[in-house]
T-cell receptor
Protein backbone atom coordinates (compact mmCIF):
# COMPACT_ATOMS: atom_id res chain seq x y z
CA UNK A 1 0.00 0.00 0.00
CA UNK A 2 1.58 3.23 -1.19
CA UNK A 3 1.67 5.67 1.73
CA UNK A 4 3.19 8.45 -0.34
CA UNK A 5 1.65 9.13 -3.74
CA UNK A 6 2.68 11.23 -6.68
CA UNK A 7 -0.22 10.97 -9.06
CA UNK A 8 1.38 12.75 -11.99
CA UNK A 9 4.03 10.57 -13.59
CA UNK A 10 5.18 13.40 -15.82
CA UNK A 11 5.03 17.17 -16.22
CA UNK A 12 6.23 19.47 -19.01
CA UNK A 13 6.83 23.17 -18.43
CA UNK A 14 8.26 26.00 -20.51
CA UNK A 15 11.56 27.46 -19.39
CA UNK A 16 11.01 30.45 -17.10
CA UNK A 17 7.57 29.34 -15.98
CA UNK A 18 6.59 27.78 -12.67
CA UNK A 19 6.75 24.01 -12.14
CA UNK A 20 4.43 22.58 -9.50
CA UNK A 21 4.94 19.00 -8.41
CA UNK A 22 2.39 17.45 -6.09
CA UNK A 23 2.55 14.77 -3.44
CA UNK A 24 -0.11 13.22 -1.20
CA UNK A 25 0.33 11.02 1.84
CA UNK A 26 -2.00 8.83 3.83
CA UNK A 27 -0.18 8.30 7.14
CA UNK A 28 -1.06 11.03 9.65
CA UNK A 29 2.01 10.08 11.68
CA UNK A 30 4.32 11.52 9.02
CA UNK A 31 5.85 14.73 10.25
CA UNK A 32 8.90 15.25 8.09
CA UNK A 33 8.91 15.51 4.32
CA UNK A 34 11.66 15.65 1.76
CA UNK A 35 12.05 16.14 -1.97
CA UNK A 36 14.78 14.45 -3.96
CA UNK A 37 15.84 15.00 -7.55
CA UNK A 38 17.19 12.20 -9.72
CA UNK A 39 19.05 12.41 -13.00
CA UNK A 40 19.46 9.33 -15.22
CA UNK A 41 22.24 6.95 -14.15
CA UNK A 42 22.70 8.79 -10.84
CA UNK A 43 21.38 8.35 -7.34
CA UNK A 44 18.74 10.72 -5.98
CA UNK A 45 20.04 13.95 -4.45
CA UNK A 46 18.39 15.83 -1.64
CA UNK A 47 16.63 19.03 -2.67
CA UNK A 48 14.58 20.48 0.16
CA UNK A 49 12.69 19.36 3.26
CA UNK A 50 9.95 20.59 5.55
CA UNK A 51 8.87 19.75 9.06
CA UNK A 52 5.20 19.51 9.95
CA UNK A 53 5.56 22.49 12.29
CA UNK A 54 5.92 24.67 9.18
CA UNK A 55 3.71 25.14 6.16
CA UNK A 56 6.35 26.56 3.86
CA UNK A 57 10.08 26.26 3.33
CA UNK A 58 12.03 28.13 0.69
CA UNK A 59 15.49 27.63 -0.75
CA UNK A 60 16.34 29.77 -3.73
CA UNK A 61 14.12 28.82 -6.64
CA UNK A 62 12.59 25.92 -4.73
CA UNK A 63 9.69 26.21 -2.29
CA UNK A 64 7.86 23.39 -0.59
CA UNK A 65 4.35 23.92 0.77
CA UNK A 66 2.72 21.61 3.28
CA UNK A 67 -1.03 21.34 3.89
CA UNK A 68 -1.34 18.99 6.85
CA UNK A 69 -5.13 18.93 6.92
CA UNK A 70 -5.20 17.80 3.29
CA UNK A 71 -2.13 15.55 3.73
CA UNK A 72 -0.68 17.24 0.69
CA UNK A 73 2.59 18.87 -0.18
CA UNK A 74 3.86 20.54 -3.29
CA UNK A 75 7.20 21.62 -4.68
CA UNK A 76 7.32 24.87 -6.64
CA UNK A 77 10.23 25.68 -8.92
CA UNK A 78 10.38 29.28 -10.10
CA UNK A 79 11.67 30.02 -12.65
CA UNK A 80 12.07 26.59 -14.19
CA UNK A 81 15.31 25.91 -16.03
CA UNK A 82 16.24 23.16 -18.51
CA UNK A 83 18.70 21.77 -15.94
CA UNK A 84 15.75 21.09 -13.65
CA UNK A 85 14.62 18.32 -16.00
CA UNK A 86 14.78 15.20 -13.83
CA UNK A 87 12.62 12.79 -11.85
CA UNK A 88 11.44 14.26 -8.54
CA UNK A 89 10.63 12.04 -5.59
CA UNK A 90 8.64 13.04 -2.56
CA UNK A 91 9.50 11.22 0.69
CA UNK A 92 8.04 11.17 4.19
CA UNK A 93 8.78 9.81 7.61
CA UNK A 94 7.71 10.01 11.22
CA UNK A 95 10.33 11.50 13.51
CA UNK A 96 8.67 9.83 16.47
CA UNK A 97 7.93 6.41 15.08
CA UNK A 98 9.65 3.78 12.99
CA UNK A 99 12.74 4.81 11.13
CA UNK A 100 11.59 3.99 7.63
CA UNK A 101 11.57 6.60 4.93
CA UNK A 102 8.71 6.25 2.44
CA UNK A 103 9.05 7.46 -1.13
CA UNK A 104 6.52 8.32 -3.78
CA UNK A 105 6.67 6.91 -7.30
CA UNK A 106 8.25 10.03 -8.77
CA UNK A 107 7.30 12.70 -11.30
CA UNK A 108 9.39 13.25 -14.41
CA UNK A 109 9.75 16.97 -15.03
CA UNK A 110 10.73 18.21 -18.48
CA UNK A 111 11.57 21.87 -18.84
CA UNK A 112 11.31 22.91 -22.47
CA UNK A 113 13.80 25.58 -23.59
CA UNK B 1 35.17 13.97 -1.65
CA UNK B 2 32.18 12.96 0.47
CA UNK B 3 30.41 10.11 -1.24
CA UNK B 4 28.57 6.83 -1.14
CA UNK B 5 30.03 4.15 -3.39
CA UNK B 6 28.41 0.95 -4.59
CA UNK B 7 29.89 -2.03 -6.37
CA UNK B 8 29.25 -3.45 -8.82
CA UNK B 9 27.32 -0.86 -10.84
CA UNK B 10 25.91 -3.51 -13.15
CA UNK B 11 25.43 -7.21 -12.56
CA UNK B 12 23.77 -9.99 -14.52
CA UNK B 13 23.44 -13.28 -12.68
CA UNK B 14 21.38 -16.45 -12.63
CA UNK B 15 18.71 -17.66 -10.25
CA UNK B 16 20.10 -19.08 -7.02
CA UNK B 17 23.66 -17.82 -7.30
CA UNK B 18 24.53 -15.91 -4.12
CA UNK B 19 25.70 -12.36 -4.61
CA UNK B 20 26.75 -9.36 -2.55
CA UNK B 21 26.45 -5.70 -3.45
CA UNK B 22 28.84 -3.57 -1.45
CA UNK B 23 28.15 -0.08 -0.14
CA UNK B 24 30.63 2.23 1.52
CA UNK B 25 30.43 5.83 2.78
CA UNK B 26 33.23 8.13 3.88
CA UNK B 27 31.18 10.67 5.84
CA UNK B 28 31.13 8.87 9.22
CA UNK B 29 27.36 8.59 8.92
CA UNK B 30 25.49 6.52 11.48
CA UNK B 31 22.48 5.69 9.34
CA UNK B 32 22.64 3.59 6.18
CA UNK B 33 19.90 2.11 4.08
CA UNK B 34 19.17 0.06 0.97
CA UNK B 35 16.40 0.78 -1.53
CA UNK B 36 15.17 -0.76 -4.70
CA UNK B 37 13.60 1.24 -7.50
CA UNK B 38 11.05 -0.38 -9.77
CA UNK B 39 8.86 1.20 -12.49
CA UNK B 40 5.60 2.49 -11.07
CA UNK B 41 6.64 1.73 -7.50
CA UNK B 42 9.24 4.38 -6.78
CA UNK B 43 11.91 3.66 -4.18
CA UNK B 44 11.13 1.09 -1.56
CA UNK B 45 13.25 0.55 1.50
CA UNK B 46 14.73 -2.93 1.94
CA UNK B 47 16.79 -2.69 5.13
CA UNK B 48 18.31 0.07 7.19
CA UNK B 49 20.90 0.37 9.92
CA UNK B 50 20.93 2.94 12.69
CA UNK B 51 24.53 2.15 13.63
CA UNK B 52 27.10 -0.66 13.80
CA UNK B 53 25.47 -4.01 14.56
CA UNK B 54 21.99 -2.41 14.49
CA UNK B 55 19.87 -3.32 11.47
CA UNK B 56 16.13 -3.43 10.84
CA UNK B 57 13.70 -4.37 8.10
CA UNK B 58 12.22 -1.83 5.75
CA UNK B 59 9.21 -2.31 3.50
CA UNK B 60 10.47 -5.15 1.31
CA UNK B 61 13.10 -7.21 3.20
CA UNK B 62 12.15 -10.67 1.89
CA UNK B 63 15.00 -12.37 0.05
CA UNK B 64 17.67 -9.97 1.31
CA UNK B 65 20.18 -9.89 4.15
CA UNK B 66 22.42 -7.11 5.40
CA UNK B 67 25.20 -6.69 7.91
CA UNK B 68 26.82 -3.67 9.57
CA UNK B 69 30.10 -4.73 11.09
CA UNK B 70 31.82 -1.41 10.42
CA UNK B 71 30.36 2.05 10.36
CA UNK B 72 31.38 2.79 6.77
CA UNK B 73 30.15 -0.45 5.10
CA UNK B 74 26.66 -1.86 4.62
CA UNK B 75 26.63 -4.78 2.16
CA UNK B 76 23.42 -6.17 0.68
CA UNK B 77 23.36 -9.94 0.34
CA UNK B 78 21.07 -11.97 -1.88
CA UNK B 79 21.50 -15.58 -0.75
CA UNK B 80 19.41 -17.08 -3.55
CA UNK B 81 18.47 -14.41 -6.07
CA UNK B 82 15.27 -14.77 -8.07
CA UNK B 83 14.07 -12.94 -11.21
CA UNK B 84 11.69 -10.75 -9.15
CA UNK B 85 14.78 -9.21 -7.55
CA UNK B 86 15.79 -7.73 -10.89
CA UNK B 87 15.84 -4.05 -10.05
CA UNK B 88 17.87 -0.88 -9.58
CA UNK B 89 19.35 -0.78 -6.09
CA UNK B 90 20.46 2.28 -4.18
CA UNK B 91 22.46 2.54 -0.99
CA UNK B 92 22.09 5.69 1.09
CA UNK B 93 23.51 7.19 4.24
CA UNK B 94 22.75 10.07 6.54
CA UNK B 95 24.31 11.57 9.63
CA UNK B 96 21.54 10.23 11.80
CA UNK B 97 17.90 9.60 11.10
CA UNK B 98 17.10 10.73 14.61
CA UNK B 99 18.32 14.25 13.94
CA UNK B 100 16.43 16.80 11.90
CA UNK B 101 19.37 17.10 9.55
CA UNK B 102 18.57 13.79 8.04
CA UNK B 103 18.58 14.07 4.29
CA UNK B 104 20.17 10.99 2.85
CA UNK B 105 23.08 10.83 0.45
CA UNK B 106 22.59 8.22 -2.24
CA UNK B 107 25.07 6.07 -4.10
CA UNK B 108 25.01 5.88 -7.91
CA UNK B 109 22.95 2.70 -8.04
CA UNK B 110 23.47 -0.96 -8.96
CA UNK B 111 21.45 -2.40 -11.79
CA UNK B 112 20.88 -6.09 -11.10
CA UNK B 113 19.41 -8.56 -13.57
CA UNK B 114 18.57 -12.07 -12.38
CA UNK B 115 17.95 -14.53 -15.21
Amino acid sequence: DQQVKQNSPSLSVQEGRISILNCDYTNSMFDYFLWYKKYPAEGPTFLISISSIKDKNEDGRFTVFLNKSAKHLSLHIVPSQPGDSAVYFCAARSLRGANNLFFGTGTRLTVIP
Amino acid sequence: EAQVTQNPRYLITVTGKKLTVTCSQNMNHEYMSWYRQDPGLGLRQIYYSMNVEVTDKGDVPEGYKVSRKEKRNFPLILESPSPNQTSLYFCASSLSLASTYNEQFFGPGTRLTVL
